[in-house]
C-alpha cells in the first residue's frame, strides 16, 4: 500500500472519536507503572535485558525555573535563588556515576537531551561543567553527528549562553514559544516579545545549530483563530525546522500553577477546533511535513525522512530516529526505557536527593514488560510513527499471526474501516488522511490495559 501523506479535516468522526487518550511515549504508558514491583527488581531486570552492544540515548532532567508559566503541567520548582542548581547538579553526578556502572560499557551516545524545567536557568559554567561530566562518565559523540538536543527558554539564555551550548556540544535546541499575542502571554504569566524570540533563532543558525523546533500552544486564555493565526504567520516567518502544536489541557485541580487561568478567558472547544484545523492547513501549505499528533517537521528535516523510510520510533523524548538505543534518564522524575523495563524516579525533590544519596538511585516505579506487552507496543508503535503496518513484517519477531493474535480487536478495527479510519487488506493496515488526526484513538485498539469506549481522566484528549 502507498502510504498517505494528506490529512482530511472530517468534524463528524473527530466528534465521534475525540476521547481521552494516551500519547503512547510508551507502551504500557506510565498509569501502569504503579505496580508492587520494587526498585531492586525493576533495576535488575533492565541490567539482565539492557543490549551491550547498542548505542545510548540520555535524558538529564533540570527542573528549576525563575518564573511559572500558568498552563505548564512538568515536573518542576519554581525559584529565582540559582544557589539551588548546584546541590541538585552534586546529586545527579552521584546518580550519573551509578547509571554509568550499570549501563555505560563503552556505549556511543547517538542522542542527548536536556529538558526541565529550564536547563538554561543553570550557569553557562555548570551547563559546561555539567557535559564534561557526562564525556567522563558516558561515551558521548565527538563529530557532531549525535542528536544533542536542549530546551530553551529565550528569556533564559544569552548570546553567550548559546556559543557555551554549542561548544559544548549541543546541535539542536527547543525553544518554548507558545503564543506570540501579548494579551495571550500576560494571561499566563510568559512575557516573551517576538524580537527576543527571534535573536535567539538567529543567533543559532549562525553558530550552526542543525535543528530548531519551537513549541506552540493552542486552547490558551484569550486566543482566536484570527488571533493565532497571526501568531502562525510570525513563526512560519521564522522558518523553524520543526513545530509541535500542543492542545493546552485545563487541570486547575491537578497543576496549581494552572488556577491562575480563569476558565471563562479560555477559548470554546469549537473555537479550539477551528484553531487546530488551520493550524495543520496552514503548516501544511508552508511545506512543513505532519509526522504525526502534534509534530510537523520541514521534509528535508531527519524526522520527516525517518517516517519516509519507515525508521521513525517513539520514547518519552517523543518523535525520534533512534529506534536502537537504551533511554538512560537521570533526574527528578526522569523516566528509563532498558531492556524489558520502564522505570521512573521520585517525583518529589526531596525524596530525589535521599534515594540517591542513601541508594545510588532514586528509582520509585515501573513496569516489566511481558511478551504481550511487547507485540502489542510493536504494533502501536508502528502505527503511531508509520501510519501503516505489514502485518507479518511487524509481528515477525514473534512468531504470531496478526489476524489470529488480535481476533478479539478485528469487530473494532472493522467499525475504524467503515467509518474510514483505516483501510485494510490481508496483509496490511493503513491510516487514511481522515484517520491520521484520531491516531491516538486507533492505537487506543491494540491497547489492553483501558477501556475502548469511555473517556479516561488520566490522559489528556486526542484532538
Known amino acids: 500500500m502507498k502510504r498517505d501523506t494528506d490529512i482530511r479535516w472530517d468534524l463528524d468522526l473527530i466528534r465521534r472519536y475525540d476521547l481521552s487518550g494516551p500519547r503512547y511515549t510508551s507502551y504500557p504508558t506510565a498509569i501502569q507503572f504503579d505496580s508492587p514491583l520494587t526498585p531492586e527488581a525493576l ?19 533540570i527542573p528549576f525555573c525563575a518564573h511559572v508559566c500558568y498552563y505548564c503541567a512538568c515536573n518542576k520548582v519554581i525559584t529565582r535563588n540559582r544557589n539551588k542548581a ?35 536557568f543553570i550557569s553557562d559554567e555548570q551547563m559546561a561543567e555539567l557535559m564534561q561530566m557526562l564525556g567522563q562518565h558516558f561515551r558521548l559523540r565527538d563529530d557532531d553527528k549525535g542528536d544533542y538536543s536542549i530546551e530553551i527558554d529565550p528569556r533564559e539564555a544569552s548570546h553567550d549562553t548559546l556559543g557555551v551550548l554549542r561548544d559544548i556540544g549541543f546541535n539542536r535546541i527547543s525553544l518554548g514559544v507558545q503564543d506570540v499575542n501579548p494579551q495571550v502571554q500576560e494571561a499566563v504569566n510568559r512575557v516573551q516579545p517576538t524580537e527576543q524570540t527571534q535573536a535567539i533563532l538567529t543567533r543559532s543558525r549562525e553558530l550552526g545549530f542543525k535543528s530548531i523546533n519551537m513549541d506552540l500552544i493552542y486552547g490558551l486564555p484569550h486566543q482566536t483563530a484570527d488571533s493565532f493565526a497571526e501568531t502562525l504567520n510570525t513563526v512560519i516567518d521564522m522558518s523553524p525546522d520543526r513545530l509541535s502544536v500542543f492542545n493546552y489541557a485545563h487541570l486547575p485541580d491537578r497543576f496549581r500553577s494552572q488556577k491562575h487561568i480563569r476558565a471563562e478567558d479560555l477559548p470554546s472547544s469549537a473555537t479550539k477546533l477551528d484553531i487546530l484545523q488551520q493550524t495543520i492547513q496552514r503548516l ?29 520510533h517513539r520514547n ?8 536502537d538505543c537504551d533511554l538512560v534518564a537521570m533526574g527528578v522524575s526522569a523516566i528509563s526505557q532498558i531492556g524489558d523495563v520502564y522505570y521512573q524516579n521520585e517525583h518529589d525533590l526531596s525524596a530525589y536527593t535521599q534515594g540517591v544519596s542513601q541508594q545510588e538511585h532514586a528509582v520509585k516505579r515501573g513496569v516489566i514488560l ?3 506487552d511487547h507485540i502489542r507496543r510493536a504494533v502501536i508503535t508502528q502505527l503511531i510513527c508509520q501510519f501503516e503496518l505489514d502485518k507479518a513484517e511487524v509481528l515477525a519477531p514473534f512468531d504470531v499471526t496478526f489476524d489470529d493474535y488480535f481476533a478479539a480487536e478485528q469487530t473494532e478495527l472493522a467499525q475504524f474501516e467503515k467509518d474510514g479510519l483505516i483501510e485494510q ?15 491516538r484513538r486507533i492505537c487506543m485498539a491494540f491497547d489492553a490495559y483501558i477501556p475502548k469506549q469511555q473517556p479516561s481522566n488520566n490522559f489528556s484528549r486526542i484532538i
Open 43 to 61: 533495576l535488575s531486570t533492565a541490567r539482565e535485558t539492557t543490549d551491550t552492544a547498542a548505542p545510548l540515548s540520555l535524558y538529564v532532567h
Open 86 to 120: 548546584q546541590p541538585y547538579l552534586d546529586t545527579l553526578y552521584r546518580e550519573m556515576s551509578q547509571l554509568s556502572q550499570w549501563y555505560s560499557q563503552d556505549r556511543i551516545v547517538n542522542q542527548l537531551h536536556w529538558g526541565g524545567g529550564t536547563p538554561t
Open 284 to 312: 501544511l501549505d508552508a511545506g512543513y511535513v505532519y509526522i504525526g499528533m502534534d509534530h510537523f517537521a520541514k521534509p528535508d528535516d531527519e524526522l520527516a525522512i525517518a517516517q519516509a523510510q519507515g525508521k521513525l
Open 316 to 323: 518519552f523524548q517523543g518523535y525520534t530516529t533512534h529506534s
Open 370 to 372: 511481558t511478551p504481550d
Open 425 to 439: 487488506s490481508p496483509t496490511h493496515i493503513r491510516v487514511t488522511p481522515a484517520g491520521r488526526l484520531l491516531i
